[in-house]
């Protein structure tokens, strides 16, 4: 399956601010728009790569409105999941948790949501927003 991180490596995404910069690339790809008010005008929000409206102040965080959005484990380790589920459709999420060393129930909702991704798109998209809540207060 396509991995959806164009041609580049796993591995050149070791750090938060590698796969932050790649999420906003793509999530803003075709430019800047409020969700709120629909300026297109933004400025450097509180967060990296965040952006905040110059109208409004509404702010956007990079992973909001994609699949990382309440993502509890690191963005470098989602994205390695992303890989190993995108190369392994049908690997359980006891086996991401034995392979990443990250509790089974947090492999089993981020796979959760990358299956739903599949099963709507027909193939791993991060800024697909899944419809199933997690519920309040999760950041
Ligand atoms: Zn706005």
């Known amino acids: 399956m396509k991995i ?3 041609k580049l490596e796993i591995e050149s995404f070791n750090s938060e601010a590698a796969c932050l910069e790649l999420i906003a690339a793509q999530k803003w790809a ?3 728009k409020c969700r ?3 300026h297109e005008n933004y400025c450097k929000g ?10 409004c102040k509404h702010e956007e965080s990079a992973t909001s409105h994609t699949i990382f959005h309440h993502c509890r ?8 999941m992303v890989y190993m589920v995108c190369s392994d459709p049908a690997i359980s999420s006891y086996e991401l948790s034995r392979q990443m060393e990250i509790r089974q129930m947090t492999c089993w909702k981020l796979k959760n949501k990358l299956l739903e991704c599949l099963e709507k798109k027909g193939q791993i998209d ?3 927003e899944p419809e199933k809540k ?4 999760e950041n």
Request: glycine share 12%; net charge positive.
């Open 4 to 6: 959806p991180f164009g």
């Open 30 to 32: 075709d430019g800047y």
């Open 36 to 38: 709120k008010c629909g």
């Open 46 to 55: 509180k967060t990296p790569f965040s952006r905040r409206c110059t109208r």
């Open 73 to 80: 484990i690191d963005l470098p380790e989602a994205f390695r």
């Open 126 to 128: 991060l800024l697909f």
């Open 134 to 137: 997690e519920g309040p207060a």
